[in-house]
């Protein structure tokens, strides 16, 4: 880790220990807007919301993530962007999660910062010898299991979760179909966190959906919740 500022540092770490990573998606929140889904989240104890939104515009997804840049900081969380430094920068978030068609990390770096957070996805087991895995802060590893919220994703089980734990000392993000039921086996099989969409926004009740995850989290690591966040 040398070489890394020391907010760097501190954020890759607030993410390791967060348990559960909201993802937004305003058409799976059932008539509910992501801003009021990442709320109920934030106060039910996560501390680590993504705006994602493939299915709205970039118009949206940046008031999205405007407003949500003020609620991560009252609740000492972090913001995450996926794919667009565009809107990362504008909403002046911690950082961005790039699948592996987007943008090599060493240049999203360069692009915004020393400080920023960037996560990469994995999605087979050769790509954890590709050099983006040096550069990136987290891996985000899946779709462990089937998933509606992304009709591309190939299911990786857990065996690929347990291939990236081995290879690397990165926080793990396991993505994709995580659940009550099974976020036990995600977290046994290696991940430090579940990025989770429908989970929490499709349940009637976001912020109970939230708690209940959190808690399967830290009983099967046995730890308590991270609460303290690092933003400036």
């Known amino acids: ?94 950082g961005v999660h790039l699948g592996q068609g987007d943008l090599p990390v060493a240049t999203a770096r360069t692009i915004l910062g020393p400080d920023a957070l960037i996560g990469l996805s994995i999605t087979d087991p050769a790509q954890l010898e590709a050099p983006d895995v040096l550069e990136a802060d987290y891996l985000g590893v899946g779709a462990v299991f089937p998933t509606s919220s992304k009709t591309d994703a190939r299911d990786t089980g857990l065996e690929l979760l347990a291939a990236a734990r081995a290879a690397v000392d990165l926080p793990i993000v396991a993505i994709g179909g995580i659940t009550l039921e099974n976020a036990a086996a995600a977290v046994r099989a290696g991940a430090d966190v579940l990025a989770v969409i429908s989970a929490i926004a499709a349940a009637p009740d976001p912020g109970s959906a939230a708690r209940r995850l959190l808690e399967v989290v830290q009983a099967t690591r046995g730890t308590s919740p991270a609460v303290a966040g690092v933003n400036p």
């Open 1 to 94: 880790m040398t070489g890394l500022s020391d907010l760097r540092l501190r954020r890759r770490e607030q993410l390791r220990a967060a348990g559960v990573y909201l993802v937004t998606e305003e058409a799976l929140s059932g008539a509910r807007t992501s801003e009021e889904i990442a709320l109920a989240a934030l106060r039910a104890g996560i501390r680590i919301v993504q705006v994602r939104e493939k299915q709205g515009t970039t118009r949206r997804a940046l008031v999205i993530a405007l407003a949500l840049r003020g609620a991560t900081r009252e609740h000492g969380a972090l913001l995450l962007v996926n794919d667009r430094l565009d809107l990362a920068l504008a909403a002046e978030a911690d």
